[in-house]
């Protein structure tokens, strides 16, 4: 061979060039890939929106099934008020995320709310982000149409240990929200906290954590508070209390009955 | 593994030669990379829960270690002493990489449940050792060969004590139910899921009882007093 193959600058070379032809490639198939894989997320979203109105579908069945319940998909801002936007294709991590780092103002943020409605049930899907111990959480709680009972609910993380935080995954934590109400009776906002000992678990605004996963309770309970803050406020301009009977309603009848009368 | 390797004798050696044959069934038994070598351990204890998780975890192991064995022995004589262990490691780093992303894009719900695991594929002890041992010092054929048995001997392995771990933990085998519904304590029957079979300790037990039976009956593997 008519080169050192162990010179110094064979070395650098070769080092060089291997990086890049590797970086290339998967640069490339990553890109090639992209579509499947947003596509798996995307349908993933709507599963998880799903199971938070009690709706267990297949990955692959999810859109038609999102289709089917979700009759619309609105944003709002920080203060409840609706806002424009795509709801469905808010990246709300990134958006939390921008927000923990300083980047993103709060009263900039946006929240999507997905109306469902499953046999007949008017439901508010509201998503929400936190943190837990390793990294981010995320779950849909979805509301009944009085604004203040929790419906379903299900959560999701990136890393937490198996065992002990990742269990806000299964059905142990999250068959503790239906049920549960994010206001007191006279409308003041309550949210819904986790508790540490399993004592509390007679609070309608709270459940039990999980043992041996404080840090991510801790997160799933600041996650609660802070996100159904702004729900609450939303909830509150849409559902209207039950108002007294009034003076329009009458109004018509008797125009009714006037219109009735003989000329 | 019969007579079909009775290739056109050229001077050269033959495709399926009978030392080309024994790079393939050695990993098989007498030298296999988990029981023998005692490699890979790790994502044997961790993958085992479901047949599903260890048949994906396997061929993810089998494409990296078969590719990397060629394109490192094709390599062989350009890589710098120096930094040759660097350049294993960026092989297999980006074929790991490359596993991952593919998974992600065709098989979703498996990449969830294996995802990290795929990307401890890189630290599995098989594959640099199948790369610096091998693969830096034997022509690209050999290597492949070399590689699929050691992918192999590790895949049976894992779907062996997934088998076991699956079927007693949770009563079916590749999501399909094998102990029927009526039979658990739940409906009625007596049957209970051994909650054991699901944690990590009784993957390395049953990885020990598979080593003793190997060297109860391979004469090869014992040792002498």
Known sequence: MAFDKNSNSFTFIFATVMVVVVGTLLAVTFLALKPEYDENVRREKMQNILASVNVKVERDA?????????????????????????AFGLDVLKQYKDWKAGVGKAEDMKFPVYKA???????????????????????????????RTIFGSTFDHKGETPGLGAEIATPIFIDQFPGKTITEEDGSYTGIKVYKGGSQTTDPHGVDGISGGTITSDGVSEMLQRTLATYDKYLKSVVAPPAPPVAEPLATDSTTILSALPQ | MSTETAAPAKPAEGLFSKKNRKLITDPLNDNNPITVQVLGICSALA???????????????????????????????????????????????????LVDIVLKAYVYDVSKQVGVYVGLI???CILMGRYEAFAMGNKVWPSALDGLGNSLGYAWLLVVVAFFRELFGNGSIMGLRIIPNEWYATAGGGYFNNNMMILPPMALVLVGIIIWIQRARNTKLIEQA
């Open chain 1, 117 to 147: 409605t499953v046999e007949g049930k008017e439901l508010f899907v509201l998503p929400m982000v936190g943190t837990g111990l390793w990294g981010p959480v995320w779950g849909y709680v979805s509301v009944q149409n009085d604004g």
């Open chain 2, 47 to 97: 993958i085992t829960v479901k047949v599903q998780n260890a048949v994906v975890m396997s061929l993810s192991v089998l494409a990296v270690v078969v590719v990397g064995n060629m394109v490192i022995s094709a390599l062989r004589n350009l890589i710098p002493g120096r930094i040759r262990i660097i350049a294993q490691l960026v092989i297999a780093a980006g074929l790991v990489t």
């Open chain 1, 62 to 86: 999810a859109p038609a099934k999102y289709d089917e319940l979700i009759k619309e998909t609105l944003l709002v801002d920080a203060n409840g008020k609706p806002a424009d936007g795509d």
């Open chain 2, 122 to 124: 890189i630290t599995n």
